[in-house]
């Protein structure tokens, strides 16, 4: 296994990836163990695309 | 949409149908949460908090012809599908008690004349819909209506494993289910429960079958436990569970399945996870049942999960007292220990900690 921790965004405590499947399953946890980076820009992108613009508020 | 519930930490995001993140205060209210009087309250970790269900699994009918012999719900070709109306019943108790995502199975769930009104449903409730299925009593045209789906999973549980596990040749029905939805643009994934039949000596078999599914066009594999509830509480279970062998070789096979891998949360205290932390910070809390999971039956009764009913606390014997593991595996799966020790409440028999104890 990667001895890297994952390096999720300021803020984010814990990430469930993946839209569940009728079995109470731990998203994509396991890639990231294996050291696959790829779920920590997901969910970069994903909170970027999520939040609302701050023009918004104006 | 953001759905959004607040907890004493911050409150649980999902930001897209993929994404369901925990986040802090501070983050919170940058997607507009207001936490009132939960935000007043000192803030729980994690695992303590997580009381009310994230997930909720939805039986849409027991009906099923394939008559596996390991059913889990001894399903049965004359069963009987929930009415619309009283699924959407439930979906409302669903979304009012703020979970995530709604699970539906069977059954088989293609049988159910009005399964894409059901996830109409669930989307109109802010909820987000997957499903399992077999395949059976799938066309294009079911597959084309599926569209309101995050995701479908479809079981396959070998490429030759299959009928020796289930009774049942599916294979193929599998197989033609998978290339139908991906023709079709509908997310797949595909279910694998691991037997002793599919590893085999060397694990070959399970890494053949994700060969063959993501050529299809599968883009996640969810590994399963074989659970011991319905039709496979039998003495069969003992010939079809994992040996302590292939247990041994289920971190060397995940590696090689990486991206697009997940495991059930019965499977957590098999694998030698030392790296308790970091899993908490993805979010493994352990056996999920009553907790950040719960199961509605086809008749409508509430359960923890889909394979028990009742008190499912983890146990509070050695080995699991004092082991720095139970963080994130919560004593193992209580269905096993209730089939296999004969209490629930036992530490989890295959867990190779506790047989090593």
Known sequence: MDDEQPQLPEGVLAVRAGPGANCSSIGSVIDLLFGTAVLASVVYAAIAAALPDPEDKK | MIRARAETFGAWVRVDDRTLLAVDRTLARRFGVDGGARWSEPSRGLVDQTERPLEVHVAVTSRCP????????????????????????????????????????????????????????????????????????????????????????????????????????????????????????????????????????????????????????AREIQLLRYKPAGRAASLEYLMRRLTPAQ???????????????????????????????????????????????????????????????????PPVAEPCASCPVRAVCRGGCRVVSEHVAGDRFAPDPECPRVRAS
Do not use: W
């Open chain 2, 247 to 313: 247990i041994a070789l289920l971190p060397s096979l995940l590696e090689q399945l990486v991206p697009g891998v997940r495991i059930d949360c019965a499977l957590v205290p098999l694998l030698s996870f030392a790296r308790v932390d970091e899993l908490l910070a993805l979010g493994v809390m352990g056996c999920e049942a009553g907790r950040g999971l719960s199961a509605v039956d086809v008749e409508g009764q509430s359960k923890p999960c889909s394979f028990m009913a009742g008190d499912t606390r």
């Open chain 2, 66 to 217: 394939a008559g596996c012999d390991g059913c889990y719900l001894d399903a049965r070709a004359d069963g009987q599908h929930r009415p619309f109306e009283a699924i959407a019943a439930t979906l409302d108790e669903v979304a009012a008690g703020g979970a995530f995502t709604v699970a539906f199975g069977g059954g088989e769930p293609m049988l159910h004349p009005e399964l894409p009104r059901i996830a109409r449903q669930a989307r109109a409730l802010g909820l987000t819909p997957v499903v399992t299925t077999s395949g059976i009593g799938l066309n294009a045209e079911r597959a084309r209506a599926l569209s309101d789906f995050a995701q479908v999973n479809v079981s396959h549980d070998g490429i030759d494993a299959y009928a020796e596990v289930r009774g049942f040749d599916g294979a193929g029905v599998a197989e033609r289910a998978i290339a139908l939805l991906v023709a079709e643009g509908v997310g797949v994934g595909v279910n694998v429960v691991l037997t002793r039949q599919l590893l085999g000596d060397d694990g070959r078999g399970l890494l053949e079958l994700a060969a063959r599914v993501r050529a299809l066009g």
